[in-house]
């Protein structure tokens, strides 16, 4: 990405470890968001070091932790529901597979699944469950996978066209690659601004639009099919939002402002978050 091309559209901080603030620079061409400066390769991890970086850990400490993992346990029926209205069970490649309970999921519904998790921590807790993981994606072979899934985890990548170059060598002709990430066009962004949680920096190191999703991967013969979606994300984004605007959780108010978020984009199609499906579609 050449930031050269971009604007300034909002400075945000990181509320989670660091204090730090950073940029959102805007790309017309793409319509979507770059945090700015990025962090280095070498730095990037320390980033992740807080033990409220609950995709990490099976904790159930507190109240959010426990109704976090209620909901994913639905959430998780959701996403196998929908990997097998995608292809009858062949093979499936979760990248950021955290502590592993999607692919835990899906391995017991009889799919071959393989993971990727750059978190020492939490793979150990995915190998414990009997996931396998590859050691990374160039040790994979072209055209092995069915499916390939990325829930929350492209916002995450430094090398943003690498990655998509990836996927287009591993996905098999005509399988389907999924993909979830924030959209900073939704209420609950707007309605928080700067504290919206899900800008997430400097972790969080792209900012899509279901326009930006539809250039960067049609570019690579992936094309976008359907957008789908994630109607709990408005909540627990929500959720994070106020205690990091005021302070505290204030669970009754995030509830309706993630009701909010959702009754508009039921009219306007920007949910809190969304799912792409999209196909190989050139081989």
């Known amino acids: 990405m050449n930031i050269l091309n971009t604007k300034h559209f909002l400075t945000v901080k990181d509320h989670s470890v660091s204090g730090e603030t950073f940029d959102l620079l805007y790309d017309a061409d793409l319509d979507m968001l770059i945090t700015h400066p990025q962090p280095s390769l070498e730095k990037l991890p320390s980033y992740y070091e807080s033990d409220d ?69 939490a793979k150990g807790i995915a190998i414990n469950k009997g996931i396998s993981f ?13 499916v390939i899934t990325m829930w929350h985890v492209l916002e995450h990548v430094p090398n943003l066209e690498h990655q998509i170059a990836e996927l287009k060598r591993l996905i098999k002709p005509n399988g389907t690659v999924i993909i979830a990430v924030p959209n900073f066009k939704s209420f609950d962004a707007n309605h928080y601004g700067a504290f919206w949680a899900a800008y997430d920096v400097p972790i969080h190191l792209w900012h899509f639009s279901k326009t930006a999703i539809r250039k960067l991967f049609s570019q690579h013969q992936l094309e976008l099919v359907k ?29 309706f402002i993630g009701l909010k978020s959702n009754r508009f984009g039921s009219t306007n199609s920007e949910y809190s978050s969304h799912i792409y499906l999209l196909k190989n579609s050139k081989n």
């Open 53 to 121: 970086y609950i995709s990490h850990t099976d904790g159930k400490r507190s109240l959010f932790e426990k109704m976090y993992h209620a909901v994913k346990s639905i959430a998780l029926k959701n996403k196998l529901k929908l990997i097998n209205a995608q292809a009858s069970k062949g093979s499936l490649l979760d990248i950021g597979a955290g502590t592993g309970e999607f692919l835990l999921v899906a391995k017991n519904d009889g799919w071959k699944v393989t993971g990727i998790e750059p978190s020492d921590k």
């Open 134 to 146: 590859a050691t990374d994606l160039t040790s994979l072979q072209d055209h092995s996978f069915d």
């Open 227 to 255: 957008v789908l979606p994630m109607k709990f994300d408005s909540f627990y984004v929500s959720l994070l939002s106020e205690k990091y605007k005021y302070g505290k959780m204030n669970f009754i108010k995030a509830f």
